[in-house]
């Protein structure tokens, strides 16, 4: 099965930029979504396709992917970002462990 | 407005069954794929099953092969997981998510629905 590696806990000042990884063979080649989950709520679609927003999506957040690497990045993180990411890969549906991002 | 709730969660004996719901509304249902997910307390998100736009094709992570399945009805615009033989570590989360896509390949979830509560336990 396809594995996906994330790490445990990121953490960021707010105003900086976050850059959350997601590690996978050839991950770059099969495209990335990641999904935000704040405590006691569902998780959101954030980015698809490695690097496009859904509707109502803020711009600060934006995906690339290369080689066995995606990676989410927050620009000008802000309080309310803060939440546990998973990522996932376009062809696979399990999802990698998760990453707590810290604001503080 | 895309919307997804889910029903039929509850505290069941090991050994037992449940039957879960998602009712989906904003969309067109017999277009999509749509998904199960479950969490475990404190856990992360674990995919359960997948079912394609016309139910024609069906997927299961190992762990509940042969004991849950998956099935829509497009003319009600629902989507059934039906659990069997349930197991203390099936206690979670369960959260009904449509498929950005008809094509069971894509897997990317773009809506989820609040979730439902599935506790097993005697």
């Known amino acids: 099965s396809y594995e996906l590696t994330q790490p445990p806990s990121v953490s960021v000042s707010p105003g900086q930029t976050a850059h959350i990884t997601c590690s996978g063979r050839?991950?770059?080649?099969?495209?990335a979504c990641w999904y935000q989950q704040k405590p006691g709520q569902s998780p959101v679609l954030v980015i698809y396709?490695?690097?496009k927003r859904p509707s109502g999506i803020p711009e600060r957040f934006s995906g690339s992917g290369s080689g066995d690497t995606a990676t989410l990045t927050i620009s000008g993180t802000q309080p309310m970002d803060e939440a546990v990411y998973y990522c996932?890969?376009?062809?696979?549906?399990?999802f990698g462990g998760g990453t707590k991002l810290t604001v503080l | 407005e895309v919307q997804l709730l889910e029903s039929g969660g509850n505290l069941v004996q090991p050994g037992g069954s449940l039957r879960l719901s998602c009712a989906a509304s904003?969309?067109?249902?017999?277009?999509?794929?749509m998904n199960w997910v479950r969490q475990a307390p404190g856990k992360g998100l674990e995919w359960v099953s997948t079912?394609?736009?016309?139910?024609?094709?069906?997927y299961y992570v190992n762990s509940v092969k042969g004991r849950f399945s998956i099935s829509r009805d497009n003319s009600k615009n629902t989507l059934y997981l039906q659990m069997n033989s349930l197991r203390a570590d099936d206690t979670a989360v369960y959260y009904c998510?449509?498929?950005?896509?008809?094509?069971?390949?894509?897997?990317?979830?773009?809506?989820w629905g609040q979730g439902t509560l599935v506790t097993v336990s005697s």
């Open positions: 998510a449509k498929g950005s896509s008809s094509m069971t390949t894509v897997t990317t979830m773009d809506y």
């Open positions: 904003g969309f067109i249902f017999g277009d999509y794929v």
């Open positions: 079912i394609g736009y016309d139910g024609g094709a069906t």
């Open positions: 050839r991950l770059g080649d099969k495209y």
């Open positions: 396709q490695h690097s």
């Open positions: 996932q890969a376009w062809d696979s549906r399990a």
